[in-house]
């Protein structure tokens, strides 16, 4: 309910800080304004990105002692890049943001919690006992039958030529 929330409100408030902004500097400003941020989100795209896939390739983010906090800052970078191409002065703000180091690393940090505690609370699930709820508590078990096929004997439908799925 919160994502559908979130996804009502977010143009309503891009709508307004249109309104409210071009109001306040003028059409041609917000123009430039909108289009110069989408220059910008996609130079940070094409620089960054073809930086990190490069990088990934060859390894050098574990090498160059990085790891996943120096790909996590990447994404978050490419994220800004987005951000900025996306018209709004809501996504700018929010591109901008993730421009800085120090912001960039916060979300990291906060992410990091969540995966960490998410983990936590499946482990702890996974350690509780059966609720009885297929999937809660125990591992996922699938009762099926099978039939052995013994290639030696042949085919009682050997009539038929073999099609694509039977095979063998």
Do not use: K
């Not at 709508?15 to 409210?20: D, E, G, K, N, R």
């Not at 930086?51 to 390739?57: P, V």
């Not at 390894?59 to 890049?81: E, F, I, K, P």
């Amino acid at each position: 309910m919160r994502l559908f929330t979130l996804f009502l409100l977010w143009p309503l408030a891009e709508i307004a800080l249109f309104v409210t902004v071009g109001g306040a500097i003028g059409l041609l400003w917000t123009l430039v304004v909108i289009a110069g941020s989408a220059v910008l989100g996609v130079w940070l795209l094409r620089s960054r990105g073809v930086r990190s896939a490069a990088e990934m390739r060859r390894g050098l983010t574990v090498v160059r002692g990085g790891g996943l906090g120096q790909l996590a800052g990447d994404v978050l970078v490419m994220l800004a890049g987005v951000l900025l191409i996306l018209p709004g002065f809501l996504t700018d703000a929010i591109g901008l943001l993730l421009l800085l180091p120090p912001v960039r690393a916060l979300v990291i940090l906060w992410a990091a919690r969540r995966v960490g505690d998410g983990i936590r609370a499946h482990t702890a699930r996974s350690a509780a006992p059966s609720t009885g709820r297929f999937g809660e508590g125990r591992p996922d078990i699938i009762d099926a039958e099978f039939i052995e096929v013994d290639h030696d004997t042949p085919r009682s439908d050997s009539a038929r030529p073999p099609s694509g799925w039977t095979r063998h």
